[in-house]
């Protein structure tokens, strides 16, 4: 095994723009060669054009994205450039809303829920309400005369190459198109071919995007034309939004390039006539530098990429794009399932057939193809340099997308990255790193004027220009811990890779953190125990005696219930991790004692976990039932998955508890809620219940191309989540011990994978036949001591010499060297 993790690091807090926009490979990624003997199976594929966008196929570099739909005759690629958002840098902190907190925690301990939910909304609401939106960059359309009627019809998507392909025959000639987003070249390249010489004629525009339901975005606009000889170009400005100014400016421009036939443009269309090939590279940018700063030249930006790539041959681009792309994709393999022949005929089924049948028959080989579309979703849509994935990751064609398309914060964000880590994608982690320190930045404020308090906050959502404050209404953001959750993110970065430097960075913002939420911290009146107030369990209303629809001063309309409580399960959970972690980290970098101390005694005094009426994990202090029995979120077992409270081995009865809440809850939500419970089954060693959510996610929570559904909208979370729970059911590491097959299903009960990572630095190798493993590949990339929780005796050699193992409570250890390889076999 081969050590291809390399920590790459970047200013805290700085937009490395050159980086991104450079046209070299990112040295980081090497191709590994894994073992996987399936590679070209890993593909998408169907046999009609997208019938809407929702199922259009994504390709990405981390900051260029396309959703390509694949029709015959008027073929549209929708495009997305990352930092493209309404509105531009803008701070939304309410000065003095601090005042009054003393009245509104007066009032909830006092029981009068209805006083300080209106107190806060007037008083402690960040202005503007809202955020701002995510936008479309616009659409590249071809148009093909005579290609209404087609046969041999094939869509898909490469998940090793991340090249989208159309292909199709008219007539006897076969036709077909190849669309990928090069992060090598910071451009994206459509190719369109045939098998007959001189049989290409068609025309192609630049089409932008514009919202045409708001009134206040006016001041947007894009105009668009052709750029003789062989060109293309859009360019525009970004809308204002509720009083904020637009200022983004923006380009895209193609050009278009062909060994024969004829290439002419007019006034604003591109026409190709009698060519056999044309390849069409296209640029974009904006002029963002940083949440800050919009003092980027987009044009300028457009045309270095275009003059570098202006001779490139499409086969040396494509070529670079996938050794690349692989150097990511490859780091990690897995088959599941030892039916070759079985596997073969399905692979040959279309996606979203396979997906149907996947019902009420196992597929082992369609859950590894869904595992990989999670890994191929992020090394899409967040790469070093570029922006965090949001909702959507980088895909959007609305001017009004669902939930603006931006970063929430109480369960969405911090799912897009729970498969990093494990999966082998440590390095796509610092867009998510760099946001967290850019708004520790802009949190400053809103933690000074809106609480009062010191250290830095930010609440349910965030977009690309970091307001922090609380937004949308009380009811969403009254939620004072969401900054707190990323620092966890932090945390888990260095416990997979130790990167002393980098904790030594991030240290500031954990700390910031950690003073903010001991500031907030006040006494219950009753119990003594230190809560928030106020705060809510993420979008949940308790079932507490008056609450009920009611008509909402902020939003201005009637809403379900409240949501506000106080010292709700899921902020303890939380604040008792990251006072832990921060412990951890301060005392390993030998600072803060007296700051450690107080912090260790004021997690010794936070509300504990309690066990409710129904046998269940409490959501709230007070054993309130809820108003939605099968809410999507779960938030009060925050501690069971992602965080490491509640665990079978260490705390049985939390455990059992936590079941009980998860099957109070049942299977439902939206796509991420499926997502996030095949994590929890996972961790509470529920293989059945993990596979069920995880079927029930796929057939009934997704899109046919896979991607995860949250009502109406495409959202990425669900994707992410999902993949990070799979992996949860083949190891785990949480505990400070390697554990192997945790949750593994019958249906996965013959398998192997390659190249998950665990925390301590390992990477490893598992091969598995009747749900039990066989065999262990591990390296040892920090020299770290090995535990192993087995049932099994261990043999272990290392460059074929024997290793001492120390047998000990079912669990066997050893002392490893940096870089060394291990060999384990498991005997029974």
Request: glycine share 8%; charged share 25%; proline share 4%.
């Amino acid at each position: 095994m081969k050590n291809h993790r390399t920590t790459l690091r970047l200013s805290i807090g700085l937009v490395i723009f050159l980086f991104v926009y450079a046209a070299v490979p990112v040295a980081s990624a090497q191709n590994v060669g894994s073992t996987q003997s399936n590679w070209s199976d890993l593909k998408l594929w169907y046999n009609e054009p997208a019938p809407e966008w929702n199922q259009a196929l994504p390709v990405g570099n981390g900051r260029l994205g396309a959703m390509v739909l694949g029709e015959t005759a008027a073929e549209r690629i929708q495009l997305n450039e990352e930092t493209f958002w309404a509105g531009g840098p803008y701070d939304p902190t309410q000065i003095g809303g601090a005042e009054a907190l003393p009245e509104i925690q007066r009032l909830l301990f006092a029981g009068e829920v209805d006083k300080a939910h209106d107190l806060f909304g007037r008083k402690m609401m960040g202005k503007p309400y809202e955020q701002m939106k995510y936008q479309s960059l616009g659409d590249f359309w071809m148009f093909f005369p005579g290609h209404e009627e087609v046969t041999d019809y094939r869509r898909e998507l490469d998940l090793d190459q991340a090249i989208s392909t159309v292909s199709y025959t008219v007539d006897g000639v076969r036709f077909k198109r190849e669309v990928f987003s090069s992060a090598v070249d910071q451009a994206i390249v459509v190719r369109v071919s045939a098998n007959q010489p001189g049989a290409l004629t068609f025309s192609a525009e630049l089409h932008g995007a514009r919202n045409q339901q708001h009134s206040n975005y006016g001041t947007g606009y894009f105009w668009w034309e052709g750029v003789p000889p062989n060109g293309l170009k859009i360019w525009g400005k970004s809308d204002d939004y509720l009083g904020i100014e637009g200022k983004l400016r923006y380009e895209a421009r193609l050009i278009a390039q062909s060994d024969d036939g004829e290439i002419e443009v007019d006034y604003k269309t591109l026409h190709v006539r009698g060519a056999t090939s044309v390849t069409f590279k296209l640029a974009a940018a904006t002029n963002f530098v940083n949440y800050k700063d919009v003092s980027g030249d987009q044009e300028a930006r457009v045309e270095k990429v275009l003059s570098a790539i202006a001779d490139r041959s499409f086969e040396e681009m494509k070529a670079d794009h996938v050794a690349e792309h692989q150097g990511w994709f490859r780091r990690v393999s897995m088959e599941l399932g030892n039916d070759q022949k079985t596997d073969d005929l399905l692979a040959d089924m279309p996606t979203d057939e396979r997906i149907k049948r996947f019902k009420e028959k196992s597929d082992p080989g369609l859950a590894a193809l869904y595992y990989q579309f999670g890994r191929y979703l992020l090394i899409a849509s967040s790469r070093p340099g570029t922006e965090a994935a949001n909702l959507q990751g980088i895909w959007n064609d609305m001017a009004n997308p669902w939930w603006d398309s931006k970063y929430t914060v109480n369960i969405n964000l911090p799912m897009n990255y729970w498969l990093a880590e494990s999966g082998n994608l440590s390095e796509l982690t610092e867009p998510l790193t760099r946001l967290i320190s850019e708004v520790s930045e802009a949190g400053v404020s809103v933690a000074r004027e809106h609480w009062g308090a010191d250290g830095w906050v930010l609440h349910q959502n965030t977009d690309i220009w970091r307001a922090t404050a609380p937004m949308d209404g009380p009811s969403w953001g009254a939620w004072p811990v969401g900054g707190a959750w990323l620092t966890t993110h932090l945390w888990e970065h260095y416990l997979y890779t130790e990167d002393e430097a980098y904790l030594k960075e991030v240290y500031p913002v954990m700390k910031g953190a950690v003073l903010f939420i001991s500031d907030i911290l006040v006494e219950h009146p009753d119990t003594g125990w230190l809560v928030t107030a106020p705060s809510n369990s993420p979008e949940n209303f308790p079932a507490r005696p008056g609450n009920g629809r009611f008509f909402d001063e902020v939003t201005g309309g009637y809403l379900k219930a409240r949501t506000m409580a106080i010292g709700p399960t899921m902020d303890m959970e939380i604040i008792r991790e990251v006072f832990q972690n921060f412990a951890a980290a301060a005392n390993h970098l030998g600072v803060d004692a007296e700051l450690v101390k107080t912090v260790s005694d004021q997690r010794s005094r936070l509300a504990p976990i309690q066990i409710g009426k129904h046998g269940q994990i409490q959501e709230w202090i007070v054993d309130w039932d809820e108003i939605e029995p099968d809410h999507r979120h779960i938030s009060h077992l925050w501690g069971l998955f992602p965080g490491s409270q509640i665990t079978p081995e260490d705390t049985p009865v939390n455990a059992a508890a936590a079941a009980r809440t998860i099957g109070r809850r049942s299977t439902g939500g939206c796509g991420w809620s499926y997502g996030h419970k095949v994590g929890f089954w996972a961790r509470l060693k529920n293989a059945d219940s993990a596979l069920h959510e995880f079927r029930a996610h796929l057939t009934d929570s997704s899109l046919p191309n896979m991607f995860s559904l949250c009502g109406r909208a495409l959202q990425v979370d669900g994707n992410f989540g999902t993949t990070a729970g799979m992996t949860e059911m083949l190891m785990q590491s949480h505990r400070g011990e390697l554990v192997f097959l945790p949750a593994v299903p019958e249906e996965w009960s013959n398998g192997s994978v390659q190249g998950l990572r665990s925390r301590g630095g390992f990477e490893i190798d598992l091969k598995w036949s009747d749900g039990k493993p066989d065999s262990a590949l591990i390296q040892s990339d920090l020299g770290n001591r090995l535990i192993i929780r087995s049932d099994s005796r261990l043999r272990v050699t290392s460059s074929g010499q024997n290793v001492k193992v120390d047998n000990a409570d079912g669990r066997s250890s050893f002392e490893t060297r940096k870089g060394a390889t291990y060999q384990i076999e498991f005997i029974d």
